[in-house]
């Protein structure tokens, strides 16, 4: 089964792949050899050897009667770099995407944009802190560590980017705490009693978001978060976060 997708994901139809794994199995052997192998109808298995010769994958021997053999991997290889080359190509024009599209929102004052749902809004954070340049400050009560939000983060403190948490001092948080101030983030607690179901965070004092999750919203799947780009209100928020730091103690 592993064969047949691989075949498949090298372009190869359902006879070519049957055609194909019979030669595999069978080695230099005859068209009427490989039909009753396969039981794959005559004229696809001449047509799916047709193919395959013109593919570079399967030779013909001058023999009688005409056997068909097998090339070696050699295609696969050449058709690998071809596909690696564009994939190559894609991720250079995806950067010049981002970049354009990063330029394109930087021109615009005082948008919002509302996203639904726990995993969309990390996603979203993890975007905001690979386009951050000086400083990204979160109030995030309880926190947890993922994989690539944590890379995002990692890569922007090699850049120079300060990260700042204010979180719970809960047993549930020290583990995250550790994993987090591991990659270069700067965290202190922020008493318990006066945090609310409110969590907000802002990056270079141009873009905010203000998220209502628990206890207010119960389900993950149903936070709301407000995302604004606006330098007003970005630097509000920052100022906030100035103020609640100095509240705080260390983690």
């Given at each position: 089964m592993q064969k047949q997708q691989l075949l498949k994901e090298f372009g190869f139809t359902d006879y070519e792949t049957k055609v194909y794994l019979a030669l595999v199995q069978l080695g230099s052997t005859t068209a009427q050899d490989i039909q009753q192998h396969t039981s794959v109808p005559s004229n696809k298995v001449y047509a799916s050897l047709l193919s395959l010769i013109e593919k570079g994958y399967v030779a013909v021997l001058d023999l009688?009667?005409?056997?068909?053999?097998?090339i070696g991997i050699s295609p696969f290889?050449?058709?690998?770099?071809?596909?690696?080359?564009?994939?190559?190509?894609?991720?250079?024009?995806?950067?010049?995407?981002?970049?354009?599209?990063?330029?394109?929102?930087?021109?615009?004052?005082?948008?919002?944009?509302?996203?639904?749902g726990k995993k969309?809004?990390?996603?979203?954070?993890?975007?905001?802190?690979?386009?951050?340049?000086?400083?990204?400050?979160?109030?995030?009560?309880?926190?947890?560590?993922?994989?690539?939000?944590?890379?995002?983060?990692?890569?922007?403190?090699?850049?120079?980017?300060?990260?700042?948490?204010?979180?719970?001092?809960?047993t549930q948080n020290k583990k995250a705490i550790a994993q987090w101030k591991k990659i270069g983030v700067k965290i202190r607690y922020y008493p318990k009693e006066e945090q609310k179901s409110i969590r907000f965070s802002t990056f270079d004092g141009?873009?905010?978001?203000?998220?209502?999750?628990?206890?207010?919203?119960?389900?993950?799947?149903?936070?709301?978060?407000?995302?604004?780009?606006?330098?007003?209100?970005?630097?509000?928020?920052?100022?906030?976060f100035e103020v609640m730091w100095k509240k705080s103690i260390d983690a």
């Open positions: 009688r009667p005409k056997q068909y053999k097998l290889q050449e058709q690998l770099e071809r596909k690696q080359q564009t994939l190559t190509l894609l991720g250079k024009q995806l950067q010049d995407l981002k970049h354009q599209i990063s330029t394109k929102q930087s021109d615009l004052q005082d948008v919002a944009l509302v996203l639904k969309k809004i990390v996603q979203m954070l993890s975007e905001a802190s690979d386009n951050a340049q000086y400083f990204g400050y979160s109030f995030v009560g309880d926190l947890y560590f993922d994989y690539h939000s944590g890379k995002s983060v990692a890569d922007a403190v090699k850049r120079g980017v300060e990260f700042r948490f204010l979180v719970q001092q809960t141009k873009v905010c978001r203000i998220t209502i999750g628990q206890p207010e919203i119960e389900q993950e799947e149903d936070y709301l978060s407000f995302w604004i780009e606006s330098p007003a209100f970005a630097s509000l928020l920052k100022d906030q």
